[in-house]
């Protein structure tokens, strides 16, 4: 038997973009916000990620991972938001309506507006084609973190790390909690795509080593991990790296399930929603937030797209209509995809003011250009990467001259 359940706002995904959107929310609408979270616990990634780094830019604080979910969760409740945790959406009943499957039966959740903050993951390895042998001894960060943070699970000794991203950093420390030392990270990048000051203290403090140009080619053990085969992109050539562990980093999907099931317009770069500046999905009063629209970000980000996104569903709620129309906002190569996607006359800047763009080459220091029809409308110097060399924080106001009657914006090169 179906149960029924009405609220303003349900929110999916307890992570730090749905639980800092609940926050907002709940106060207004006097506690009718409702975050279904699918796993035990509320908090998202943060809160089996046991380092500090979280909460610079929404919290004003530097806090643990777990710290961060904590506060994020007790804001929420705080608030007037309700958490319901165990709940997972398994499909929609209607334009607002979603089938829920909890441990004490289904439930019918009929809402105003829904706000899709279901995040991303990393993809795993059947997913990157890695062949070789099936061995255990094989994670992605997730589930890495999972193990040794909240369920306190021994790992190997000796550990490979596939990315150089920020995340990869956070691999490599949550394995040296677990006693398992990283003999060497790898990257087919011709330089890590992190910050310095996660490179720095890890090759000289933790004494990572750091491969650059190189890919895993095969994994190599029957039963258990014993080392993987790592290829040179340079040269062609190839040896092998004993280990006992392989952590997969980075290359991140969006949980766009829902968005898909719904028939929701999805950004071909993104993978995830299109949304336009004010984070509105192609479905009228469907919003979406954090890193299920730009995989992956930080998760103070995520958190400050949340408090976007909370604004405008407030605005929905009280009858507000947007413009009919958008223009679409388009990556040419080198970069894969901009994010959001789409310019709406009158519509207020994305937030924090930037749109992200993603290239799939590094480039240092890139001269972002603005063209619109065969006009070029703006070039701009952008020295300040959100991931060094990959992901780009381009100011809005470089889209300050686009005609809203005009064809798609194109940001390139």
């Excluded at 943060?46 to 380092?51: A, C, G, L, N, T």
């Excluded at 990270?185 to 080593?209: D, I, Q, W």
């Excluded at 103070?300 to 209509?321: K, M, S």
């Excluded at 005609?403 to 390139?412: F, Q, Y």
């Amino acid at each position: 038997m179906t149960s029924r359940l009405t609220t303003d706002v349900v929110i999916i995904g307890a992570g730090p973009a749905g639980l800092t959107a609940a926050a907002r929310l709940a106060p207004h609408l006097d506690g009718r916000v409702l975050v279904l979270e699918r796993e035990r616990s509320a908090g998202g990634i943060p809160r089996h990620s046991d380092h500090p780094g979280y909460g610079i830019r929404d919290l004003r604080r530097f806090v643990s991972g777990p710290a961060y979910a904590r506060a994020l969760v007790d804001r929420a409740t705080r608030a007037g938001a309700e958490i319901r945790t165990e709940a997972t959406v398994t499909g929609w009943a209607g334009e607002h309506s979603l089938d829920v499957t909890t441990p004490q039966g289904r439930v019918r959740v009929d809402a105003r507006a829904v706000v899709l903050a279901t995040g991303a993951r990393e993809r795993p390895r059947s997913a990157r084609l890695i062949p070789g042998d099936r061995p255990t001894g094989v994670y992605t960060t997730g589930h890495l973190q999972n193990l040794v943070h909240l369920h306190h699970q021994q790992v190997g000794r000796r550990a490979v790390v596939v990315g150089a991203e920020p995340v990869s950093w956070s691999a490599v420390l949550t394995l040296r909690k677990a006693g398992c030392r990283t003999v060497l990270m790898t990257t087919e990048h011709c330089a890590p795509e992190s910050y310095a000051a996660f490179n720095l203290p890890g090759r000289t403090l933790l004494k990572v080593r750091v491969a650059t140009r190189t890919r895993v080619t095969k994994v190599i053990g029957h039963g258990a991990l014993t080392a993987v085969e790592i290829e040179n992109r340079a040269t062609g050539q190839r040896r092998i790296v004993e280990c006992d562990t392989l952590v997969l980093t980075g290359d991140w999907i969006p949980d766009h399930e829902l968005a898909r099931s719904a028939g929701l317009d999805l950004d071909p770069g993104t993978k995830g929603p299109l949304v336009d500046t004010a984070l509105r999905t192609s479905r009228p009063g469907v919003f979406a937030a954090g890193n299920v629209l730009h995989a992956a970000d930080t998760a103070d980000i995520a958190a400050l797209d949340g408090r976007h996104a909370a604004e405008h569903v407030r605005l929905w709620l009280r009858g507000h209509t947007p413009a009919p129309t958008a223009v679409p906002i388009t990556a040419d190569a080198p970069f894969r995809w901009v994010a959001p996607g789409l310019f709406r006359p009158g519509d207020p800047a994305p937030p924090r003011e930037r749109l992200l763009l993603w290239t799939d080459r590094l480039v240092h220091v890139p001269h972002v250009v603005v063209r619109q029809d065969s006009r070029v409308l703006t070039r701009r110097l952008v020295p300040w990467p959100a991931s060094p060399g990959r992901v780009f924080r381009i100011p809005w106001s470089l889209l300050g001259d686009v005609d809203p009657k005009g064809g798609p914006v194109r940001l390139g090169l």
